[in-house]
């Protein structure tokens, strides 16, 4: 449901996505200046990280939607670094080898998932990160803020529809259950909404 929802929403979504573009595009450089090695994004998109990753990183980008992953490669063509776009389902990585990057990225891929196979993308990040190897999940929670979170309530059923994402997912929660990552760090980009969180694989 989830590749049939976005393989439609691929047509508008940059459109749609463009008031947050705003504030995402300051983001993008700060969250990917860093990032080096072998690299996964999970949840590619439309590939707006693309243009933002060092000339020296090897990248491997999927995602559920080969439609999106048709305007990521016209994205991909004007970026610095080594690219494959890969359609695939983050939950199975069945294209994917174990223990191969040295990062994991994932922006606003997880809030899209329902919980039931958070765990599975999670047992996948963990088996393809090597030993040692890092990862930075960027996410949508709702806010304890009650003038935010009314106007999150309000957007909500809009955001599922179209995005299939919601604000209550329990990404951090499971992350901290996973017996082989571990959570280091976390911080709001913006308010008490945009949650960003970091680790690494542990042995």
Known sequence: MLEAK????????DVLDYPWELIYRKWRPILLGDVRGRVLEAG????RNLSHYHESVDLVGIDLSDKMLVKAR???KKSHCKIELIH???TIMKSLESNQFDWLLSTFMCCVM?????ELAIEQFCRVL?????????????????KIRKRQEFFAPFVEKVYGARFDRNTLRYLKQSSKLEVTSTV????????LMEGIRRE
């Open 188 to 195: 709001f980009l913006k308010d008490d909404v945009y949650l």
């Open 130 to 146: 090597k030993v040692g190897g890092r990862f930075r999940i960027l996410e949508m929670i709702y806010s304890e803020n009650k």
């Open 44 to 47: 590619v998109g439309t590939g």
């Open 6 to 13: 976005y393989n439609i929403t691929a047509m508008f979504y």
């Open 88 to 90: 695939e389902d983050a």
């Open 114 to 118: 329902p919980d039931e196979i958070q």
């Open 74 to 76: 016209k994205r991909a």
